[in-house]
């Protein structure tokens, strides 16, 4: 089976993105797998006495706050309504890299593009890592919704 991953970081743009790699999984017979990376925020630290901090708990809280977030944004995208399996999943790491990594063994990776830049013209630092340095096709999703 074909695999399509997707980058989501709850953008619009990603939407898009992820809207576009379901239909075309639908037409390639590919399951979609809907990557969000996430990097844990660093304990604020603080001259004041220690606390013990919850180390494992806090890792736990981030992950699955990450992966909620990842499968509320496919549940809103795709809903109950498509054939295609999408699997979310959530990486603790920097978003180009975790896309590069998933990437490696698919047949498509799929980002959205932000459109920032000097008039547009320039990729974002992600869909321009990606792909310079992806071992599989790169589409970078520059549209509105796919109709």
């Known amino acids: 089976m ?15 993105a992820l809207r576009w790699a379901v239909e ?7 399951e979609v797998i809907a990557l969000h990376a996430y990097e844990e925020p660093m304990p604020a630290l603080d001259a004041g006495p220690a606390t013990p901090l919850d180390l494992p708990g806090l890792v736990t809280e981030f992950y699955e706050g990450a992966l909620k977030f990842v499968t509320d944004v496919v549940n809103e995208v795709v ?13 603790e790491e920097g978003p ?5 990594d998933a990437a ?5 990776l799929v980002v959205g593009s932000h459109g920032h830049g000097v008039s ?8 321009l890592e ?18």
């Not at 074909?2 to 898009?16: M, P, Q, T």
């Not at 340095?133 to 520059?142: E, K, N, Q, S």
């Open 130 to 147: 990606c792909a310079q340095h992806a071992a599989c096709p790169v589409l970078i999703y520059r549209g509105s919704a796919p109709q």
């Open 96 to 100: 180009a890299k975790s896309l590069l």
């Open 120 to 127: 547009g013209v320039l990729l974002g630092s992600v869909s």
């Open 79 to 91: 809903g109950n309504a498509v054939t295609v399996d999408v699997v979310p999943i959530a990486v």
């Open 24 to 30: 075309d999984a639908r037409v390639r017979g590919a």
């Open 2 to 16: 074909e695999k399509i991953v997707v980058g989501i970081d709850g953008s619009e743009a990603s939407k898009n």
């Open 104 to 108: 490696r063994d698919a047949d498509l």
